[in-house]
């Protein structure tokens, strides 16, 4: 569904509020649409990156950590550990999403217009990022004519999950391709301050997630592109550190604040402990970011069990539970994390498990979780690297395990891998809904029902129903 308004407002508005002093009253621009083509592509960058990675974040918090076990919400305000979800509850991700997939994709059609080639780039990957979120969410969505409004596509077309990663996967090859690092990226970027480099590494980082993601389908041939990109660093660089890492860097000046510094503490904490499955694994492997993000109860760290029924879950809240380290987490400063190191080397390691790439798979392996211990800056030991939970033994379920810590507040990222993989396993709670089903995406919002009926109509059928149990292309067989 597309949000329309006059081309270029909202980012405009944003552009002027959020990124420098405006001469002009915005009232007056808005009024007069001729005035808005002078918006600059590079202005349209950071409100697009700032409030997608907002939206992401409360989101992660909301949903993601509740269905992948990496808390437990211990009232029955909201139930999604249990599986339960409110027929309302997935118009917050599709409106706002949209609304900052329309940001970059204006972004790219005025950079287009100037042949800014780095800002079309920037555009593409930013773009990208968010429209995969979209179509992972929910499978098949609007893409094609999802950002037609000016043309007067008012009831957009569900494109198919297949057609949109074919479409996705192109534009990150063809934005590592635009990519002039001889010129500087005439935005404010607060994602990587205008370093091309990084943004090209960004691309393809992208782009082998989304490979690894559709690789169970044969005719994407996702182990050739992934071999193509590993074989090709100069062509194709991928990140190298955490340095590297789509990282999103709140400054804690407003507006750039994690917005969690700026819930109550009961908000952020206050009926959410940390979930079994998740403490299970950081104890069994003395994980030194337990520390960092978790706190003690009694000297060590507890979790207590998902999908459990209320006056269990009431229970073990009761005995004490760890929750989230709030000191870190809840900064003005904390960083949201759209794609880290750590997890390009899983996705390396996974493909030289497979056979797909000529690497070494335990050093790729080793150096990830290294990756991740130092992203939430505490220190790898040799003693920790050698945990029996932590040293290569060379299965998926090991490697899936240590990519499922590594994605802690990655988005839905965990989810999405656990709806590709199966793993890691989690518990199976005895008050779990949907017959004890992991939902494999989100149904689409009631709005989209009301106003966009015939394309809503035709992709439900497309798909096979409207229902949380209804696989997307890339999970099915």
Known sequence: MKFILSKYTIAAGLACSMLFSCQDDFEEINADPNRLEAVLPGTLLAPALLNASNVMLSRTHRISHELMQYTVQTNTIDEFHRYV????????????????????????DLASE?????????????????????????GDVPYSEAFQGDERVYYPKFDSQKEIYMDLLADLKEANE?????????ANDPLYNGDMMKWKKFSNSLRLRL???????????????????YNNPEKYPLFTSNEDAATFNYTGTAPFVNPFSEWRAFEFNGNRDYGSTFINILNDANDPRRAIIATKV????????????????TDQHALGASTYNDKVLKKATQP??????????FNLAEAAQ?????????????????ASVEQWGATATEEFLQNENIAYNGTMEQLMEQKYVA??????????????????????GSALQNNGLMPVRLEYPVIVQATNKASYDAAVQQIGGDDMNVKVWWQKE
Not at 215 to 228: C, D, F, Q, V
Not at 298 to 306: D, L, N, Q
Not at 407 to 427: A, D, I, K, N, Q
């Open 114 to 138: 100037l042949n800014d080639k780095n800002n079309m780039a920037v555009a593409l990957v930013v773009r990208s990022w968010i429209m995969a979120n979209v179509t992972d969410l929910f």
């Open 298 to 313: 009694g000297g060590t760290y507890v979790g207590i069990e998902s999908g459990q029924p209320e006056n269990i879950v």
């Open 85 to 108: 979800f409110r027929d309302t509850e997935p118009d917050y991700l599709w409106k706002n999403l949209y609304r900052w997939a329309t940001n970059a994709n204006d972004m790219y």
């Open 354 to 370: 497979k056979g797909w790439i000529n690497a070494d798979a335990e050093e790729l392996y080793t150096n990830a979780v290294i």
């Open 407 to 428: 994605l802690f507040f990655v988005g839905f990222e965990s989810w999405y891998e656990y709806r590709r993989t199966g793993m890691p396993e989690l518990f199976k």
């Open 211 to 229: 490979l690894m993601r559709v690789s169970g389908k044969e005719e994407m041939n996702a182990p050739a592109a992934i071999s193509e990109i």
């Open 336 to 345: 949201a994390y759209i794609l880290p190191y750590s997890e390009v080397l």
């Open 178 to 186: 635009l990519i002039d690092l001889s010129k500087p990226l005439a």
